[in-house]
């Protein structure tokens, strides 16, 4: 079984709306996860990660999330959503080198 | 500018063909990777490597191997390809930080079509 789930193949928001990807860990242990973003034709970039420390982690592009260890989730937010976000949303494991599989977020005009 | 390089952005090869992925890394990164990018099935593991000449296997070793000569050099080999290989390569590496918490930096991707 994969350690983080992505449970919405697709989220999509209208432009200034708050935005959230959604994901979920199964880690054993202290989890190192972190959020990569794809814009179309291009590599990864990283985001942000959570290591240890504060449960609100800042990252890229204006882009947070937050660690929850009681509900094992680390949900990507955004307060303010733009076109140029539309792009797909990987949350990781770092542990096992492992990824979920993927969300697409769409940011309609 | 950090920078990870992929020699092939397409590669079309025929089945039963030899296929040479390239990776270089200009970081001096200890760690590297090979992923598989399938639309619906997000990025599996194939091979990583800690070190020059140490190789670990991944989610999905099966049909690949990997060799790591040179610290900045990662190369993903298919010894004979099947169309079931067909996929976008994305090589990656990270520093070594002593638990894996270094962030992946990846290269643009390798699109192989096998026919």
């Known amino acids: 079984a994969q350690s983080v789930a992505q449970p919405e193949d697709q989220v999509n928001v209208a432009e200034g709306n708050p935005l959230t990807v959604k994901c979920t860990y199964s880690?054993?242990?202290?989890?190192?996860l972190f959020w990569y973003v794809q814009y179309p034709n291009r590599g990864l970039q990283f985001l942000l990660k959570?290591?240890?420390?504060?449960?609100l982690v800042k990252g890229s592009y204006g882009f947070e999330a937050e660690f929850n260890k009681s509900q094992t989730s680390f949900h990507l937010k955004k307060p303010s959503a733009l076109v140029s976000d539309s792009a797909l949303y990987f949350c990781?494991?770092?542990?096992?080198?492992?990824f979920g599989d993927g969300t697409t977020l769409t940011v309609k005009p | 500018d950090v920078k990870v390089t992929q020699s092939s952005r397409y590669l079309v090869k025929r089945t039963g063909e030899k296929v040479f992925l390239e990776c270089v890394q200009d970081?001096?990164?200890?760690?590297m990777f090979w992923y598989r990018q399938d639309p619906g099935l997000g990025l599996r593991l194939i091979y990583f490597?800690?070190?020059?000449?140490?190789?670990e296997k991944g989610d999905i070793p099966e049909g690949y191997s990997v060799s790591r000569e040179k610290k900045e050099r990662f190369s993903l080999i298919l010894e004979s390809a099947s169309t079931n290989q067909t996929s976008m390569y994305l090589c990656?590496?990270?520093?070594?930080?002593?638990?894996?918490?270094?962030?992946?930096?990846f290269g643009e991707g390798s699109r192989l079509t096998v026919l």
């Open positions: 990656a590496s990270s520093k070594w930080t002593g638990g894996n918490t270094g962030e992946l930096f």
């Open positions: 490597s800690y070190d020059v000449k140490m190789k």
């Open positions: 880690v054993s242990g202290n989890p190192y």
């Open positions: 970081m001096d990164h200890e760690n």
């Open positions: 990781a494991d770092a542990g096992k080198s492992t």
């Open positions: 959570y290591i240890t420390g504060d449960n």
